[in-house]
């Protein structure tokens, strides 16, 4: 199962000068075309998903599918939630299998950005879960063309960014530099001397978003100090875009005619970047030092005792319901034995997404309380046990 920290890869990416494409992906054509292209190129790959595209797809089923293209995957992967608006979204992202969060408080003055921030990485720190702040104002959205949304780049300075990363122990920084999100009119003007200094002043991993339109030897100078995550779309939709309108010439009636070689179009792109950005042929040496991203299974055995069948069926209602909103909590099962006379009547299955949540939700105010009031006074009869659960 190469889903991997991405602490761990974006170290490793760090400590070797190279960079790893962090793609968003909008539909399955994209997910299956970016995993193709890095299984191909044997590269550590981020599966993005940003928030500002929600209405392009449904998030919670593009989770399912990209979690199990990660798990079926040769080559380490992460997943993403990009843009992040909200302490909310980030849970949301977390409890839906993202292994790293972005949360982009970037427009509030600097304090409010710290202070959400802070409530963020605290959040997901205890779900073992890495996350990436941003300082300084991209203008644009994914896949918007950056004359669209006015404003004008506000780059991230050195001081801030020390004070920012300081207090509130982000993992990962995106920088403003000189890019947009979209695409560009002209030639982006990149400040260079600062990010170098970032880079110098930090030691973390940097992330740069607007990657479309930036020259070979922009990209170059920009992994040389300090950038080891390139968030990338625009490039890609306009490669798919650009074959579906071949597609129109062609005669291309169906939905299926439109899309046909859409996935090539992708990949062609995705792969053109890992090599660009030297993360073609590391995938080896990521799973031989980064942390594997494996659920813990929380198995609760027990009998009950003063309740009817039907008080307990509204018990584990409300548990699946109140349980399942704890950061961390990828799903909560129970279940009724087979036979009348197993030695334990009732279950609860709750998955972790990592061992770190086993503390944290042990302690986490909804948690206790449910287990006080409404489980344990009834549950005296009753075996705990956590799995790492030993997957391929
Ligand atoms: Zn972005």
Redo the contacts with the bound molecule.
């Keep these: 199962m190469p889903l991997v920290h991405m602490r761990d890869m974006l170290q490793h990416a760090h400590r070797n000068r190279y960079a790893v494409g962090a793609f968003d992906l909008v539909s399955l054509e994209f997910l299956e075309a970016i995993m193709a292209g890095a299984e191909a190129a044997r590269a550590p790959v981020i599966l993005s998903l940003a928030e500002s595209h929600f209405e392009y797809f449904d998030f919670e089923l593009a989770m399912a599918a990209t979690v199990a293209a990660a798990r079926r995957a040769s080559v380490p992967v992460a997943i993403h939630l990009?843009?992040g608006e909200h302490f909310d979204s980030a849970v949301r992202g977390i409890n839906l299998g993202c292994n790293g969060v972005m949360i982009d408080a970037s427009h509030h003055p600097l304090e409010e950005n710290i202070a959400l921030t802070r409530q963020v990485v605290e959040m997901a720190h205890a779900c073992g879960v890495p996350v990436e702040g941003e300082l300084g104002y991209?203008p644009g959205v994914?896949g918007e063309d950056a004359e669209r949304h006015p404003g004008d780049v506000v780059y991230t300075s050195v001081e801030d960014a020390k004070r920012y990363v300081d207090e509130t122990g982000v993992d990962f920084l995106a920088v403003s530099i000189g890019t947009v999100?979209g695409r560009m009119k002209g030639e982006p003007k990149l400040d260079f001397d600062r990010l170098a200094e970032i880079d110098a002043a930090l030691g973390i991993p940097l992330v740069i978003?607007?990657g479309t339109g930036l020259s070979d030897e922009q990209f170059r100078r920009l992994i040389e100090r300090g950038v080891t995550k390139i968030?990338y779309y625009t490039a890609l939709a306009d490669a798919a875009g650009r074959r579906m309108q071949d597609n129109a010439g062609n005669d291309a009636r169906s939905y299926t005619d439109f899309t046909r070689g859409v996935r090539d179009a992708i990949r062609e792109e995705v792969v053109r970047c890992i090599e660009l950005w030297g993360s073609a042929g590391q995938a080896d040496a990521v799973l031989d030092t980064a942390e594997r991203w494996e659920p813990v299974e929380h198995v609760i055995l027990y009998n009950v005792e003063g309740l009817t069948d039907e008080d307990v069926e509204e018990m584990m209602a409300e548990g699946r319901r109140v349980l399942s909103k704890i950061p961390g909590v990828l799903r909560v099962g129970t279940g009724q034995a087979v036979k009348e006379d197993a030695q334990y009547r009732f279950c609860w299955l709750v998955t972790f997404c990592h061992p770190a949540v086993i503390d944290s939700y042990r302690d986490h105010p909804d948690h206790r309380r449910f287990a006080d009031e409404r489980f344990r006074p009834y549950a005296g009869g009753r075996v705990s046990i956590d799995y790492r659960m030993i997957e391929d």
């Design positions: 990009d843009h991209v994914e999100h978003h607007g968030n």
